[in-house]
């Protein structure tokens, strides 16, 4: 799959399910903690039973905390190797 011209309404990275794509709470980062959760003394953002990220808006695609996204999703940047893996149909 392309990757497309735009982020707006994509989501793909935050669908996939490889561990590649959980997402680090960084302290300072703003993210409600109600949308995270705690593994090995780290926090990571929680995934709906789809394993989308919680965060994710199922309909619109779009990210309901854009403004306060972890750092992870803030680096991420269309094209990277990342964003070509999230657009790669094959299993991760």
Same mark, same amino acid.
């Given at each position: *799959? &392309?990757? &497309? !011209?735009s +982020?707006?309404?994509?989501g793909r990275?935050c669908?996939?399910t490889?561990?590649?794509?959980d997402? /680090?709470? @960084?302290?300072?980062?703003?993210?409600?903690? @109600? /949308?995270? !959760? !705690?593994i090995?003394?780290l926090r990571w *953002?929680r995934?709906?039973?789809?394993?989308a990220?919680i965060?994710l808006d199922a309909?619109?695609? /779009?990210c309901?905390?854009?403004?306060?996204?972890?750092?992870?999703?803030r !680096? /991420?940047q269309?094209?990277?190797?990342e964003?070509a893996r999230a +657009?790669?149909?094959?299993? &991760?």
């Amino acid at each position: *799959m &392309p990757i &497309p !011209e735009s +982020c707006f309404g994509c989501g793909r990275c935050c669908v996939r399910t490889s561990p590649d794509f959980d997402v /680090l709470v @960084e302290a300072g980062d703003p993210v409600p903690v @109600e /949308l995270t !959760e !705690e593994i090995a003394g780290l926090r990571w *953002m929680r995934r709906r039973g789809d394993q989308a990220c919680i965060a994710l808006d199922a309909v619109t695609r /779009l990210c309901t905390i854009y403004d306060r996204r972890p750092q992870g999703c803030r !680096e /991420l940047q269309r094209g990277d190797p990342e964003c070509a893996r999230a +657009c790669d149909p094959r299993p &991760p």
